[in-house]
């Protein structure tokens, strides 16, 4: 099954933009690359996800690259209510989300 | 506030005892979850229901036993559990059952504590 990869930790200033990398090597080409993230004391929420091409929301921008090996979500002005666990997915059998261990984002005001 | 919800909170039980997790979701929405964030694991997907079907169990333990009378309630009945299974089981519900297609909409979670 396809694995993620991402870094530990990653820290931010308040109201600069974020950009949150994920590797994903192993993506098969039905894979979708799902974001969600994790606040302190409460469950995941759904940040963006996408197949191929740039997906924009109110939360978040995430790009993918070409060949899909990688792809990077990009918080464009953080906040400190933006300070979570970030995991990037990618879906297995179109019926499971494999969670990892996330990015554990700190936002220094 | 994401519509869905979870009772109890917290919940610490012994290792003989029965106890129900419940889960309702507000959202109209078709297929929900069960999941297990252990404190050194990365959240596990444990069952899938899909219009009350259930579609998906990742080789959970029976004594673990889920059940979805309608679309917006799902139970996950505890017996004779270990300390190991001590974590935090998380709700969460989606319009469609292809988890690729829909976000999901998680719950609080209950902190399970077995003793």
């Known amino acids: 099954d396809a694995k993620t990869t991402q870094p530990n930790s990653m820290e931010s200033n308040e109201e600069e933009p974020v950009h949150l990398p994920c590797n994903h090597s192993t993506i098969s080409g039905t894979d979708y690359i799902h974001w969600y993230r994790q606040l302190p004391s409460q469950g995941p929420e759904y940040v963006i996800h996408?197949?191929?091409s740039n997906v924009n929301n109110r939360m978040a921008s995430l790009a993918i690259a070409e060949d899909r090996k990688s792809s990077t979500l990009i918080l464009h002005r953080a906040t400190l209510r933006d300070a979570a666990v970030y995991y990037c997915i990618l879906t297995y059998n179109n019926n499971d989300m494999r969670f990892g261990a996330g990015t554990r984002l700190t936002v220094k005001p | 506030e994401t519509g869905v919800t979870q009772t109890p909170r917290h919940l610490v039980m012994g290792m003989t005892n029965k106890k129900s997790l419940k889960c309702e979701q507000h959202?109209?929405?078709?297929?929900m979850y069960w999941y297990k964030q252990s404190a050194k694991k990365p959240l596990e997907l444990m069952f899938v229901y899909n219009f009350k079907e259930q579609t998906e169990n990742n080789s959970v333990p029976s004594r673990f036993s889920p059940e979805c009378p309608n679309s917006s309630h799902l139970f996950l009945h505890l017996h004779t559990l270990q300390p190991e299974d001590s974590a935090l089981y998380l709700c969460a519900s989606s319009q469609g059952w292809v988890v690729s297609s829909y976000e999901q909409y998680f719950g609080p979670g209950t902190r399970l504590t077995v003793t």
């Open positions: 996408g197949l191929t």
């Open positions: 959202l109209g929405h078709n297929a």
